[in-house]
Structures are given as C-alpha cells and as structure tokens.
C-alpha cells in the first residue's frame, strides 16, 4: 500500500504534468504564420529531429554496453541482491527520463518559435507569453520526470524488499544515466551548435558578406537546430542530470540516517515542494510595461519565496526534530538552513554571472573599451574578467559548503544543492524561453516579415540574454555542489571517516584531478574547431557548386549542412567523453579510493573555477561585441568591432561547450566512482597492493 | 670551532665565487666595440640602473615594515630564544642575498651584451662563449650566494646556541626573504619587461612602420633593459628563492630526524655538490659545429649525471643508513633516490615544454597552421596547447610526490625539489645566456653593423628561446615541489599529522585556494595592459613633439620611458603582492591552520596548471609568429602572419608576467605560512574561536 505522503507527490507531479501538456497544446493551436514560416520552422524541426534521432542511434548502443558494463563489474554474486542489475536498471530509466524531458523540451521549442513570432506581429506581450510558455512547459516536464523516474524505481525497488541502504545506493544509477545523457547533449550538443554557428559565419558573413540569418547561407537551419540542440536540449539535460544526483547523493546520505519514510525522501520532496511553488509562481507571470528581464527576475524570485516559506514550514513535520550523522547530532531545522543556504548562493552567483556578463555594467564595457587597442587586448582583458568572475561564486561555493555542512554534517551539502535546485522549474523556464526567442527572430529575417516584428523579436532576445546568464551561474554553482554532495555520498558509501590530505597518493591524485578540467577545455576547443571546419568546407562547396545561390534563385541543401555538424559533433565528442567516463574508473582501479577521492577534488576545485571563467569570458565577448554594435565605440563595421569579433569567436566555443561542459565533468566524474564504489572495494589500489 | 665538512663546503663556495669573478673579469677586459655600440651599451646598462634603483628604494621600505611585522608577531617573549628577531634578521639576509645575486646578474649580462655583439664580428663561436660564460657568472654566483647566506646564518645562529629545532626554523625567515624579492622582480619585473616590449612594438611597428630595435623607437631601450630586468632578474630570483626555500624545507623536516652535522645540513650539501658538479660540467662546455642548442642541453646532462653520480657516493657517507619520520623508517639510499626522481623529473618537464613551444614540432605548427583562418582560431588553439601542455608535467609531479615520499617521507619531497635544483648553475647560465643574445642582437640591429653580425647572433638567440623554454619548465616544475615542500615543513612544524580532506573548512579552503590562481593571474594580465598604455602614450607623445625623430635627427628621450616604466610596473605590482602575501595571513588567522592547508593546496594545485598553461600559450603563440616570419604559411606581412601577432601579443603577459609570477604565488603563500605558524597559533581561526 502507497503511504498517503507518496499519493500527494504523485498527484503534484501529474498536476505538473498535465499543466505542461495543456500549456503545451494551446501553443500548439495557435497560428504559425505565412507558409514561408512554415516551411522555415518545418526546416528547423526536421533539423532538430535529425539531430536528435543520429544521437539516440549512439546513445543507445552506449546505454546497451555501459550498462553491461556495470551489471558485469557490479554485480555481487554473494548478496542476494543483484545490486549489478537493478543499478542498470535505474541507469537505463535514468538515461531514458533524461531523453524523454529533453525531448519533449526540443519538441515544444521547435513549435514554439515560429508561433512566437508570428505573436510578435501583434505585441511584444503576446510573442512573450508564448516563448515563455514554452520554457515552462519544458521546465515543468523535465523536473516532474526526474523526481517521477526515481520515485517510480523506489516504490518498485521497496516492493522488491531491499533494504533502504542497499536501495538508495542503487538509485545512484539513476543520477548516472541522467549524467551521461548530459554528457552528450551538453558536450555534443555545445559541439554541434557552434560549429554551425562560428562555420556558417565565416563563410557567409566574412567571405560572402550576407548577413546573419539569410537564408542562402546553407548553414542557416543549421545554427537555428543548434541554439535548440545546445541551449534547450543540452542546458535540460545537465539541469536534469543536477536535479537528478544531488536528489541521489541525498538519499544515499539520508538512507543511512533515518527510517521514517519521509525523512528518507525529504530530498524528493524539497523537489516536489519546488514544483508545486514553481507553478503557483506561473499563474503570477505577466509582462508588465515590456520589462521582461525585470518580469523573468521577479518569477525567480517569488518562486523562491515561496520555495523558502513552504520549506519553513514543512521541514520540521517531515524530519525527525534531531538526527545524528557519524555521531554529531543536527536539527530539522538545521537541515532547513542548508537548503536556505543554497537557494541564497544560487541566486546571488546567478546575480554575480549577470553583473560580469551583461554589457549594462562596467566589466563587459571594459573589455569593448579595450578592442580600441586592437584583438590581443580585447583578448586579454576577455580572459582576466573571466579569471575575476570566478572569485565571488567560489567564495559563495565555499561558504555554503561551510555553513551547510555546519547545519547538517555531509548531508547539508547535498541539500544546499537540492536548495538551489529548488526553483529549477522556473529556472528552466527562463533559460528555454532564450532559444525560443533567438529562434523566432531568425525566423523573422528568413521569411522577411516586416522590420517591426524583428525588433519585438530582438527586445526578447536581448532579455534572453542576460537571464541566461543567470542560468549559467546557476548550472555551474549547482553543478559544483552537486559534485560535492556526490563526493560526500561517495565517500560515506566507502565508508571512509576521514581522507588524510597529506598522504602523498591523495596529493598525487589532487593534482593530477586538477589538471583533468584543462585536458577536457583543450579538447573541446579544439573539437568546436575542427567540426567547424567541416561545416565551413560545405558551406563554401555549396556556395561555388549551386547555381544562382548568392542571387537568392536557388535554396542551398539545408540538410547536408545539419547532417554534417551532427556527425561531425557526435565524432568529436568521443574523446572528451571517454576522458570524462574512465578517468575516475581507471585512476580508482589503479590507485584505490583514497587516491580517487583526491582526484575528484582537484578536478572540482580547479574545474568550477575553470567553469566558470571560461562562461563568464564568452559571454563577455558576446556582450562586448553587442555593445559595439549597439552604436558604441564606432559600432557595426568599424575596427573596433573587428576587434571585438575575434573575442566573440574565441569565445563562442568556451562558453557553450567547453565551460558547460565542465559541470557535466564534475558531476559525472563523481557519480561514476559513487556508482563504481563496489568495483573499487573489489579490485582497487592495484599498482598500490 | 668549525667542523671540517662546513671548511669543504665553505671552500668549493669560495672557489665557486672566485671563478665567478675570474670569468666576468675576462668579459670585462674584451672589446666592446665602435663608440656607437658603446653609448647604445651604456643607455641599457644606465636603465637597468635607473630601474633597479628605484626598485631597490621601494623594497628597501618593504623589507623595513615587513621585517618589523615578523618581529612583532612572531617575537615569542615567553621563550629566551626571542625568535621573531632572529626570523627577521634571517628574512632581512635572504632579501640582501637574492638582491645581490641579482645585482651581479645584470651587471654581467648589460657587460656581456655589447661584448657578444662585438665578439659576433668575428665568429659565432667566440661570441657564443662570451653570452655563455656570462651566464655562468649569473648561476655560479646566485647558487653561491643562496648557499652561502645559509650557512652564515647556521654558523651564526649556532654560535648563539639556538636548539637545532628552533634553529632550522628561525632560518625559514631567509626564504621568505628571498621570495620576496622574487615577487618584485618577477612580477614587477615581468609587468617592466611587457609593457615595454607591447607599448614600444604597438607604437613603433605597428603605428609608425618602423622596424624593432630601431633607435628611432623611444621605448627601445626600455625594451632592451626589460629583456634584463625581467628575464636575468626575474628568472634569477626566482629560482634564488626555490633554491632557498626548499633548502629551508628540507632543514625543518630534517632537524627533527637528524642529529649529526652531515645529516642536519644534508640539503645544503645537494647544492654544494650541484655547484661542484657545475664547475667540472662549465670546463666541458666548448661549442661545437655551431651547434648552440645541441652544447647547451648537453651541459644540463653532463652536470645531472655528475650530480647523480657524485650524491650516490656521498649521501651514504652523509646520512645516517637509516633514519625514522612519524614512525616510519627510510634508508640513506631512499634519500637518494628522492633526489634522483626530483632530478630527473626537471629533465623531463624541461623537454616537455621544449616541445609544446619550439616550432620545429607539431603543437606550434598546429598553432601557426590554425592562423590561417584568423586570430580566433590562433588564440583558441594557443590556448588548447597551454592547457594540454600541462598535463604530462603534473603527472610527473605527482608521480615524483608520491615516489619521493614513499622513499624517504614528507623529507623526500623537499629532496626531490633539492635535486631538480641541484644543478641550477648550468640552468641559469642556459637562461641568463638567452637575454644577453638578445639584446646583443639589438645592439647589432642599433649600431647599424653589417647583417653578418644580427645573423649570427640571431642563431644565438634562436637557440636561447628553446632552451629559455626548457628553464621555464625548471622553473615551474621546481616551484610546485618547492611549494609542496614548504607545504609539508608547514605542517611538519604546526604539529598536524593529519588533515582531513572531509573537513568541511579543508574543503572551503581548497575551494577558495583554487581560485586566486586565477585572480592573480587577471590581475597581472590587466597590469600589463595598464603599463603598456602609459608607455605607449608616451612614444606618441615623443614622435609627435621631438622635431626630427622620424627623419633620425633627432635623439628620442629614451630615459623618460625607462622612467615611465619603472614607475607604471612598480605600481601595479602593488595588488598582486598584497593578494599573495596578505591572502595566507588573512585566511589562516580568521579560520586556522586547517583551512590554510587547504588554502595552500588549493593555490598549488589549480596554479600549478595555470602557470604551466600560460606559459606554454605564451611560448607557442610567440614561436607560431616566428614560425610564420621564418617563411612559412606566406610570411612577415601576410594575413596569417597578422593572425598570429595577435597571439603573440597576447601571449606576451601570459609568457613573462603572470605565468612565471604564479611560481612565485605558490611558493610564497607557502613560505609566508611557514614562517607565520607561530603567528597562527596563538591568533588564528578567530571566526571559528
């Protein structure tokens, strides 16, 4: 029989579930336009699934091999259990709930853009609530179905009599198969979207000299799946990876310190209670006065009122009033003042992101200032305002793991980070309504509707802008705590008590985990390069072989170009990944859990700060370039904006796949070895005895 | 009265001075050409004078505070041994001894330029050997003067009967000192020498069109007196403050271990046989079939194999066969062999470096190759080489840790630094040997002689930048240990015998320590551009009020840029220094010596990786320019060849500036820790009570 405290989780969620679905369909049933549009936005569609379906070809033989792999190397014969199978089995329905949100996520922003749009040509109010629709639909879906697919497995697991221990460790895989879609979607994904955006530029806008969007460029449709394949799917599927692990690295703490059933998925619940403000927080959004930054901001903020207040409220019914973690005793409420705690530092890092990013403040100027004295300048003072931005959200990082520590021992630090989870409904929302803008305003210039509704397009753009790099500082700031809690989980799960810094294998390992983050950037950078490059021969192939394309009377083959950059993307990201995946596996099996441990902190510690910067350096340049161009310092064309191209160019690749990809580095590097733990018992420490 | 080991010692120093001093006398004597090249000499050698004076003003006040400082938190009334006087009296030594070091340095290498300009009429070999021997000046007497600080300070101290114990520590106070001055000449030295270089190329080459080293230029001397100031200085007191501080290392870890004179003093007995061994290698060293690269790295080998030769006698006879660290026991042998892993480990980096920025290799090609699409992709792959270059260097780090601690404990590490040191004199004269090329080139180019003679120096000075690139390596890599060592004598000395990675304080520090890395680094990196600005305001200001100058009637006011620079670097050097002095004291006095070790290994680990990288970036992006003006790719000129100036433009304060300035950073925050323990444990972890 289903306690009545489930009963309630399951209907928020279908609550949550059936609002995405309804929001979704009356999107659906507005109009998409002029058939011009239709057939843009079909070209993107198709885009996208053709994407979408070559990388489920690859996913799916690496869920088949991976998780024959964990069930080979994990199953322990000697329990009755089958741990091995039943954590392939949370692997795989990880893995496939991740697909599934960043699916539908796809699948509704792709609808999305051409209906907003055409709502441009009424207001900028009602081109707004659709785009902002749709990333709430994308946001309901992906939080429901991760917290739906762990709750699922664990009345299935507790129906099949194992011991709360032993199932919270086999929910791990879980988080495992919710990472490594991350991993493609983030890393192949962010491959894919800028070696169609930085090819199709330096053909079309450089060599040939059409503008952005047109479409005789080839590579159009291309850069347009890319900002949904990159933005909407990847940025998904690393938040559903985050939301997720942390939920599991909470349980696995959790599981050993309390019996009741709503101490054991407190966790979950602090997500289900975030749902549910989320969407109390949706019914309040309206655009007031066109200031739709300041209306996004206000949803983030309310919501996480309500999430703080709800928490105030519930926490103490739900945990037992005192509870001891290996021996040093903390209350409910403390456990409240650690997800308080995260909440607080999300917001303010995501603050902190939009302060060095956007070009309404004195850092992004300074490096627009500084393309007066050329590229290497703009360069340099790019890469040191990326350096400083880090200071402030690692100082924010190291007081949260302090204080929630402090409130509730190792398990505190898995609910700051649940915490600043907390409001991901809303988050996702804003983060999905940015492509969903970007995507409208190129479908405004392709089908070449009046200058009017390009300029509506762009007011949201612009806003999408800035809020996204709230969600930047908010997918790095979570992704390190993420970390930590899986660190934590990992380490209680090995049983270790203390980890002495000061043996040499640990240091070894610290070193060596710090220099991990650096191999991953070089690699990425340089894999946006080279499937830019073949995006750039095709571009040029096309342009000299179709006839009558520059004059606009023959259509370019929009397809080849998608079918390129996803190729290419998908064989770039092999390396990195592998580097991601066997690095932990191979250094835990070699040196043991004690060096492993090591290496996960060093690569934490150095790949936040690297994460962060090389973000936080993009879109600098990004903005430093929309600055000039938005009449400053010569404007459009002059040499100062020149200048400034070349540090967006750089920039592009850091910051939407190499520095996002380094959250997925963290997190997964963690959860790989938390899940590996029995494989390290057994065969770790081989070089060392 | 004094043992007969400490006359031996005292005896090769002294023979080790007097070649010195022999060798710089020959220069002295020889030609130094046409009265032309004579005032040229003389306005570089007048800067660097200009220069280190006013830079000897400033640190002459900070020694005064500072010592002040350490005297007035670290006097311990309670004890007789008034310990605060005797640190700052050494403190106080160890800056006067890396000042001197320094002094003679530059004082040979702006003899030796114009003399290896003079000695070029003739044949590259005999100019060759002037550069040479003046490096070997720099190292036989900087080496020395370490050592000989040291000792004086033993002799001294033990006249005054400190206990060994307290003895080894009042002596950590000389590398404070020491490193000190290497943060004003690496750091100050290194904003001098870009600026300079950036501000006088910006104006002169690129506004004006006239050729580098032209006397028309008004920063050319300023330029030139960089080339001292920041590769002869910097590099110098850099490794002046390696050398003394791992001594300092080794001496406190082993004055608990040992009793016996050879025993206690067995790290300085490392450098001693070092400089030995670098005497017997410096009378080998003939060039051959103008071979200058092929001499030079055969001396690093010939003096390694005769130190690895001469310590495998001796340390048998010096240590006891075998000894015991927290409960441990290790052989004389095992001590050795830290040595030799330390030892042949700098080999390695140093040739790993070598190859990821000498252009007759794949990286830098790649580097210069990917020019051809522009600046962005030159920037995105010089910084994916940075990043990928520092791999195989950490990992023999760690693996040098873990090896050297497994031979000989927490001592072995400071030995492993002692032995990548061990043969520091052959290392300086191979750097120190580059900048006096240089500039003797410059010379060339200023006086107007025949294109004969810039040839010639011109492979000299080839050949100096591989091998510079080599010395870097050195430098960083013996700079980790360095750190590390100091790490562990920090510890040692507080007493701790374990820190415990799960501490939530450990993990903030390391999260906190991670960062400033990166701090530093933008820092330094936006000092460059500040000082460069001033100087090229400056240039402007001169060509466009001094009548004539263009025409060369008129002589540009060169001492006004020297002075311009002087001041600008001296000025930003301030916030740098502060962050990496104060950001140890601050953080250990609020939360304790836990915290600091996880703020020390933080910095370590995350800076030892962006120290590598920049460098690294720096070198390629610098070598990819030369690669392309050697001919390659279309040339000096081509667009390709404008692509990578912006590299190497870049790459200018990453190289000299803030790459070499985080030695620097990871060893004086250690040092810093060491010597304030006391400090720390009557007032530190305030907020933590």
Same mark, same amino acid.
């Given at each position: 029989m289903l306690d009545q405290l489930l009963i309630i989780v399951f209907g928020v969620i279908l609550v949550s579930l059936v609002t995405a679905y309804l929001i979704g369909k009356n999107i659906a049933k507005q109009s998409d336009g002029t058939p011009k549009m239709k057939e843009i936005a079909e070209a993107i569609r198709e885009g996208a699934r053709a994407f979408l379906y070559r990388e489920y070809k690859i996913i799916a033989i690496f869920i088949i091999i991976f998780s024959l792999l964990i069930y080979f190397f994990l199953d322990t014969p000697s329990t009755p259990t089958n741990e091995g199978l039943f954590i392939a089995i949370s692997f795989v329905v990880g893995a496939l709930a991740s697909l599934l949100a960043g699916f539908i996520g796809m699948k509704i922003a792709t609808i999305s853009n051409v209906r907003t749009t055409e709502a441009a040509k009424h207001s900028i109010s009602k081109a707004f609530k659709v785009a902002f629709n749709s990333g709430s639909v994308m946001g309901l879906s992906l939080v429901s179905f991760a917290v739906l697919g762990l709750l699922i497995l664990y009345v299935v697991y507790t129906y099949f009599g194992l011991s709360n221990e032993i199932l919270m460790e086999v929910l791990t895989g879980y988080g495992l198969g919710g990472s490594s879609i991350a991993l493609f979607c983030r890393v192949g994904g962010g491959i894919y979207t800028k070696a169609a955006d930085v090819g199709g530029d330096l053909v @079309? +806008?450089?060599? +040939? @000299?059409i503008p952005e !969007? !047109?479409?005789? &460029?080839?590579a159009v449709i291309a850069d347009n799946v890319g900002d949904n394949v990159g933005d909407v799917a990847g940025m998904g599927a690393d938040l559903f990876g985050s939301c997720a692990e942390s939920t599991c690295a909470a349980l696995v703490i959790g599981a050993i310190v309390f019996s009741s059933l709503s101490g054991l998925i407190y966790p979950i619940l602090i997500s289900v209670v975030g749902i549910a403000a989320c969407l109390i927080t949706l019914l309040t959004v309206r655009l007031r006065k066109e200031n739709v930054e300041g209306t996004l901001k206000q949803a983030l903020v309310v919501s996480s009122v309500l999430v703080a207040g709800a928490l105030y409220y519930f926490t103490p019914k739900w945990l037992p009033s005192t509870f001891e973690i290996s021996g040093v005793s903390y209350t409910a409420m403390g456990a409240y003042y650690a997800v308080l705690c995260g909440l607080v530092a999300g917001l303010l890092i995501g603050l902190i992101t939009e302060y060095f990013t956007?070009? +309404? &403040?004195k850092p992004v100027q300074q490096v627009a200032e500084s393309s007066k004295t050329g590229a290497s300048t703009n360069i340099i003072y790019g890469l040191a305002l990326g350096y400083e931005s880090a200071v402030m959200p690692l100082i924010l990082i190291a007081v949260t793991v302090f204080v929630s520590f402090y409130f509730a021992g190792p398990y505190g630090i898995a609910l700051a980070a649940l915490g600043m989870l907390s409001t991901l409904v809303i988050g996702l929302a804003i983060d999905a309504y940015g492509p969903v803008a970007d995507n409208a305003g190129g479908i405004a210039e392709m089908s070449a509707l009046p200058s009017i509704v390009r300029k509506r397009t762009d007011v949201l753009d612009a806003a999408g802008n800035t809020t996204a790099a709230i969600g930047k500082g908010f997918a790095i700031g979570s992704a390190t705590l993420t970390a930590l809690a899986l660190f934590f989980a990992f380490v209680t799960a090995s049983g270790l008590t203390t980890i002495d810094l000061l043996s040499p294998i640990v240091l070894a390992g610290i070193l060596v985990g710090g220099m991990l983050p650096f191999i991953f950037a070089a690699l990425t950078l340089k894999a946006v390069g080279r499937a830019a490059y073949s995006i750039i021969d095709e571009v040029r192939h096309q342009f000299k072989s179709i006839k009558g394309l520059m004059e606009g009377k023959a259509k370019p083959d929009y397809a080849r170009c998608v079918d390129i950059a996803t190729k290419a993307s998908l064989k770039q990201m092999i390396v990195p990944g592998i580097l991601v995946i066997f690095s932990p596996l191979i250094f835990g099996w070699l040196f043991g859990i004690e060096a492993l441990s090591g290496l996960l902190i060093g690569a934490l510690s150095s790949g936040a700060v690297l994460a962060t910067s090389l973000s936080n350096s993009g879109g600098a340049w990004d903005n430093a370039k929309k600055y000039i161009e938005a009449g400053h310092l010569g404007g459009k064309g002059s040499d100062v904006h020149k200048a400034a191209v070349v540090g967006d160019t750089v920039g592009d690749g850091c910051k939407d796949c190499s520095g996002p990809g380094l959250n997925v580095l963290m997190k997964l590097m963690a959860i790989v070895s938390l899940v590996f733990i029995p494989f390290f018992i057994k065969y770790g420490g081989l070089l060392l005895g």
């Amino acid at each position: 029989m289903l306690d009545q405290l489930l009963i309630i989780v399951f209907g928020v969620i279908l609550v949550s579930l059936v609002t995405a679905y309804l929001i979704g369909k009356n999107i659906a049933k507005q109009s998409d336009g002029t058939p011009k549009m239709k057939e843009i936005a079909e070209a993107i569609r198709e885009g996208a699934r053709a994407f979408l379906y070559r990388e489920y070809k690859i996913i799916a033989i690496f869920i088949i091999i991976f998780s024959l792999l964990i069930y080979f190397f994990l199953d322990t014969p000697s329990t009755p259990t089958n741990e091995g199978l039943f954590i392939a089995i949370s692997f795989v329905v990880g893995a496939l709930a991740s697909l599934l949100a960043g699916f539908i996520g796809m699948k509704i922003a792709t609808i999305s853009n051409v209906r907003t749009t055409e709502a441009a040509k009424h207001s900028i109010s009602k081109a707004f609530k659709v785009a902002f629709n749709s990333g709430s639909v994308m946001g309901l879906s992906l939080v429901s179905f991760a917290v739906l697919g762990l709750l699922i497995l664990y009345v299935v697991y507790t129906y099949f009599g194992l011991s709360n221990e032993i199932l919270m460790e086999v929910l791990t895989g879980y988080g495992l198969g919710g990472s490594s879609i991350a991993l493609f979607c983030r890393v192949g994904g962010g491959i894919y979207t800028k070696a169609a955006d930085v090819g199709g530029d330096l053909v @079309g +806008k450089v060599e +040939k @000299g059409i503008p952005e !969007d !047109d479409p005789r &460029n080839p590579a159009v449709i291309a850069d347009n799946v890319g900002d949904n394949v990159g933005d909407v799917a990847g940025m998904g599927a690393d938040l559903f990876g985050s939301c997720a692990e942390s939920t599991c690295a909470a349980l696995v703490i959790g599981a050993i310190v309390f019996s009741s059933l709503s101490g054991l998925i407190y966790p979950i619940l602090i997500s289900v209670v975030g749902i549910a403000a989320c969407l109390i927080t949706l019914l309040t959004v309206r655009l007031r006065k066109e200031n739709v930054e300041g209306t996004l901001k206000q949803a983030l903020v309310v919501s996480s009122v309500l999430v703080a207040g709800a928490l105030y409220y519930f926490t103490p019914k739900w945990l037992p009033s005192t509870f001891e973690i290996s021996g040093v005793s903390y209350t409910a409420m403390g456990a409240y003042y650690a997800v308080l705690c995260g909440l607080v530092a999300g917001l303010l890092i995501g603050l902190i992101t939009e302060y060095f990013t956007s070009y +309404k &403040n004195k850092p992004v100027q300074q490096v627009a200032e500084s393309s007066k004295t050329g590229a290497s300048t703009n360069i340099i003072y790019g890469l040191a305002l990326g350096y400083e931005s880090a200071v402030m959200p690692l100082i924010l990082i190291a007081v949260t793991v302090f204080v929630s520590f402090y409130f509730a021992g190792p398990y505190g630090i898995a609910l700051a980070a649940l915490g600043m989870l907390s409001t991901l409904v809303i988050g996702l929302a804003i983060d999905a309504y940015g492509p969903v803008a970007d995507n409208a305003g190129g479908i405004a210039e392709m089908s070449a509707l009046p200058s009017i509704v390009r300029k509506r397009t762009d007011v949201l753009d612009a806003a999408g802008n800035t809020t996204a790099a709230i969600g930047k500082g908010f997918a790095i700031g979570s992704a390190t705590l993420t970390a930590l809690a899986l660190f934590f989980a990992f380490v209680t799960a090995s049983g270790l008590t203390t980890i002495d810094l000061l043996s040499p294998i640990v240091l070894a390992g610290i070193l060596v985990g710090g220099m991990l983050p650096f191999i991953f950037a070089a690699l990425t950078l340089k894999a946006v390069g080279r499937a830019a490059y073949s995006i750039i021969d095709e571009v040029r192939h096309q342009f000299k072989s179709i006839k009558g394309l520059m004059e606009g009377k023959a259509k370019p083959d929009y397809a080849r170009c998608v079918d390129i950059a996803t190729k290419a993307s998908l064989k770039q990201m092999i390396v990195p990944g592998i580097l991601v995946i066997f690095s932990p596996l191979i250094f835990g099996w070699l040196f043991g859990i004690e060096a492993l441990s090591g290496l996960l902190i060093g690569a934490l510690s150095s790949g936040a700060v690297l994460a962060t910067s090389l973000s936080n350096s993009g879109g600098a340049w990004d903005n430093a370039k929309k600055y000039i161009e938005a009449g400053h310092l010569g404007g459009k064309g002059s040499d100062v904006h020149k200048a400034a191209v070349v540090g967006d160019t750089v920039g592009d690749g850091c910051k939407d796949c190499s520095g996002p990809g380094l959250n997925v580095l963290m997190k997964l590097m963690a959860i790989v070895s938390l899940v590996f733990i029995p494989f390290f018992i057994k065969y770790g420490g081989l070089l060392l005895g």
